[in-house]
């Protein structure tokens, strides 16, 4: 069954409305609350007057920091991000940033509740914010911790000042990623409510037991008396894999009013409350020989955190090991601005650090007079440069190679703003893609029903990406029995452990354990006499057995990521047409061809990276997030102003797989898709927009102002 393309088995219930979001929990007598927030950006709360709100219509509560109840640790017991961060809980009345939650109003209706939350009056000690990236960057410091807790903050091979200063060739710019929101369709919610002290939430997340664990320890209770739930998510894209603030304000508003409390962020709220891809600066410098052979690459990434927590975009990793370079340097600084703390955003340190080394090697290549392909074959790493690791597996050349068959780059002409299509001129540009392949400790349950179907349990998370079909795959092929007579179960904190859905780990980790899983049954039946194909003798079996039939499975990494170094790789390919008077740019084609192990379903999989690309494609031409400097207040925090494609903005897109058979990697030999489909996407296309108009962009987003700024510059 693995590989086939068969259609998502939750699908009908997507698009008949049948499929359960957080929000819509059928909860008897459930209260509404909607927050209050502050509107400076950096102070304390002077006084608040909530007398009209409590006395508003059908108000059951008015929490500030005057009346909330105390939390274990002040509030703050964060575990290891991103599970758990330092959150705005009225635990005192400091303002951090604009947008902070300084209140929260619970009503019986939604209508009332929102109501109400307006009425509440505040006055400011204010302070002026720092909130600008290019303002603040004097007070960068070096990032010292290690980067998802395993990874050494900086890095450093050879001698690259003396490299650099002896290339033949050198290309020294400063490229930078502003502040990116990732408003996924579904808004963050949450509904709590408690039995006793027992706490059950209905939360939007990525990570159930992270939930469960941070905000039992928030609450000072044992961890088996939370319990989370989550059948299905509207996208996240990295933001839903920590709980943030109103998910635990949810459960101290329904303790409060004794009833169960729903809090669904706003389009608005979903800026600052609930993490974004940091703003970047990064300041890069690539060396070579004439003949294209690199030999020094020195990359100094800046990214923005908060001021009360610290979290990298982690921009220099790929830098490391991409190509082989014998001098290398990198090097993560933090600024601390008046804003809400960042989080993972898709493909996140990768997605920003490829714009960065990618435009830089294509300005080389550029110098050089070396094709850009050419060039990066030159510097092809058969091994890991950085650790010497060698590959689990490679085929990055083979993606190149179809990857520019399929988008037709030997049709280019290396000079720029020499192709036109009428009064258009036509650019190609391409960069390479690339994602780390890990996987952590899971187990699933495997059960035997009455009626002959297998119930596999894992809780793991559908966020859209076609968890619930990839996994009965897996159980089915395992188990030898029709895709039919397997019911997945994910999505709650009662089902066996599983980590979060995030890096690309989902089909890595939960894979193999639902593979265990059902291989051990599958053990199981044939020791009791049964084929598991044989559906009557499996309704016998149960009938006689009295209750189901039961297995587990386990499955974790070992000593190969001691031996390996274990990647996805890709090549992005891109044409674009820029209008020579407007400076309007238009992708017209970009082609995808991908390395990433065993493939598990060939249509969700093409879905995924083609979801990807759009992704990248919407943070080279549209995404930014913008900050009033006076205020602190985001100002297009809605979906008029804060630009996304739609789908006249979406082109041709060509995604291609390069088989490949990875026996280290995991026993599946899966390796993860859902973050490599964005990185290499922007530096493609402002590679791209340079070939079509001469124009380099080095600051995303690309827009025609800065087209038209330097006409044919």
Partial sequence: ?????????????????????????????????????????????AAMDTSEAASSPGVLLVMTADNAPALAEHGRAAVNPPAGRELSLLQDR???????????????????????????????????????????????????????GTIEPSSHRGDPDAALAGAAARVEAVYTTPLETHNALEPHATIATWEGDRLTLYDSTQFVYGVRRFVAKTFGLPDDHVTVIS???????????????????????????????????????????????????????VGAAMDGRLSAIRQHVTSSTSTFEDWVESASLQTRMLYDVPNVVTTQNLVRLNVGTPTFNRGPGESSGTFALESALDELAAALKIDPVELRLKNYAESDPET??????????????????????????????????????????????TYPARRMPASARARLMADGTVTIQA??????????????????????IPVDRVRFELGDSRLPENPISAGSMTASSTGPAVDAAARALRRQLVSMGVDPADDEGCRALVAKNGEPVEATGRAQPGREAEEYSMHSFGAVFAEVGVDPDLGQIRVRRVVG?????????????????????????????????????????????????????????????DVLFVEEADAHVNPLGVKGIGEIGTTGVTAAVANAVYHATGVRVRDLPITLDKLLERPGA
């Avoid at 009908?12 to 400076?40: F, M, N």
């Fill in 1 to 45: 069954m693995i590989g086939d393309s068969i259609d998502r088995i939750d699908g009908r219930l997507k698009v008949t409305g049948g499929a359960r979001y957080s929000a819509e929990w059928p909860i008897d007598g459930l209260a509404y609350a909607c927050l209050a927030q502050s509107s400076i950006a950096r102070g304390m709360v």
């Fill in 94 to 148: 400091a303002v951090r940033y604009n947008g902070e939650p300084i209140a929260v109003v619970v009503a019986a209706t939604f209508e009332q509740a929102t109501h109400a939350a307006s009425l509440v009056r505040v006055t400011y000690h204010a302070d002026p914010p720092l909130v600008d990236m290019t303002a603040a960057l004097p007070t960068a410091q070096p990032y010292r911790q290690k980067i998802l």
């Fill in 231 to 285: 059948k299905f998510a509207g996208g996240a894209f990295g933001s839903k894999g920590s709980a943030w603030s109103h998910v635990v304000l949810a459960a101290m508003a329904a303790r409060q009013v004794n009833r169960p409390v729903k809090l669904v962020l706003t389009r608005r709220q979903m800026f600052g409350l609930v993490g974004a891809r940091p703003y970047t600066v990064q300041q890069v410098a």
């Fill in 388 to 433: 010497g690791h060698p590959w689990s597996s490679k085929s990055l050349r083979q993606c190149y190679a179809q990857g520019a068959e399929r988008i037709g780059w030997a049709r280019r002409d290396p000079k720029p703003r020499s192709m036109r299509d009428g009064d258009q001129l036509i650019g190609l540009g391409m960069a390479t893609a």
């Fill in 459 to 480: 809780a793991t998370h559908e966020l859209g990406t076609g968890t619930y079909t990839v996994m009965t795959q897996v159980a089915a092929d395992a188990l030898g």
């Fill in 593 to 653: 061809a991908y390395g990433a192990g065993r493939i598990l379903n060939g249509k969700t999989a093409r879905s995924q990276l083609v979801g990807g690309l759009v992704y990248g494609l919407a943070m080279a031409l549209f995404e930014h997030t913008l900050i009033d400097p006076r205020t602190g207040r985001y100002v297009n925090a809605d979906l008029a102003e804060y630009l996304v494609p739609v789908n006249a903005d979406v082109p041709d897109i």
